[in-house]
């Protein structure tokens, strides 16, 4: 299932002074841009609160209707954003216009879904990669890829190839790359040498040495 677009009211933004841009983040506003492919960028400003629950809500890959003031309203997408760190707010924001018809590449998070078998009988689940490369409309991107690892036992793994074709979008992810893999217990392996490097010959020898010198 495609994202959905939600609505984001923006404020045209003229004044591009620093004492304004000051003022507009003092009342809850992000400064922005909007821009896009043989489109001059537009400055506005929209609520910090507002598209801080739309990112949380909706994810990074939300496809937002934004709704500027005397002028129509673009369907676009979240490029790029700075958050200030101490205050856990978002300071600026770029939004990219989108064409609803057009294929596009983003990043879509993978979400696990089950319990491995090969975990519940003492196996490490190990993810080498949380986000894969999507290809797709923009009103088709997932929000997430669930890839469901109830059946993986110990040894098993899952790569990007193993992934069901999907006719709304085509990740374009190296096949090969390993999403999940079920190890062996690790305080198996390191048992095992321990065992196979038995030493106590070895030191029935030294003391056999040393009798045999004290019997001299």
Same mark, same amino acid.
């Given at each position: 299932m495609g994202i959905m677009a939600v609505k984001l009211k923006a404020e045209r933004r003229d004044d591009l002074t620093k004492s304004y841009t000051k003022q507009l983040r003092d009342k809850g506003f992000v400064?922005? *841009?909007?821009?896009? !492919? /043989? !489109? =001059?960028? *537009? +400055?506005i400003a929209v609520e910090n609160i507002e598209l801080l629950k739309t990112l949380r809500d909706e994810g990074?890959?939300? *496809?937002? +209707?934004l709704d500027v003031d005397k002028g129509e309203a673009v369907q676009v997408m979240l490029h790029e954003y700075q958050m200030d760190p101490l205050r856990d707010e978002l300071i600026h924001a770029d939004f990219y216009v989108? /064409?609803?018809s057009q294929e596009m590449d983003v990043t879509v998070s993978i979400q696990l879904e089950g319990e491995p078998v090969g975990v519940s009988n003492g196996g490490v689940l190990q993810q080498p990669l949380y986000e894969l490369q999507v290809? &797709? !409309? #923009?009103?088709d991107i997932p =929000?997430?890829? $669930?890839?469901?690892v109830a059946d993986l036992e110990i040894g098993d793994a899952i790569s990007v190839g193993d992934l069901e074709k999907v006719d709304s979008y085509e990740i374009t992810e190296d096949p090969n790359a390993t999403i999940v $893999?079920? $190890? #062996? #217990? =690790? &305080? %198996? %392996? $390191?048992? =095992? #040498?321990?065992e196979d490097g038995d030493v106590e010959p070895e030191l029935v020898d030294q003391k056999g040495g040393q009798d045999e010198e004290t019997t001299e």
């Open positions: 400064p922005s *841009v909007v821009y896009g !492919k /043989d !489109k =001059e960028p *537009v +400055t990074r890959n939300a *496809v937002i +209707t989108v /064409d609803m290809r &797709a !409309k #923009p009103a =929000e997430v890829i $669930t890839v469901n $893999t079920i $190890t #062996p #217990p =690790e &305080a %198996e %392996e $390191t048992l =095992e #040498p321990a």
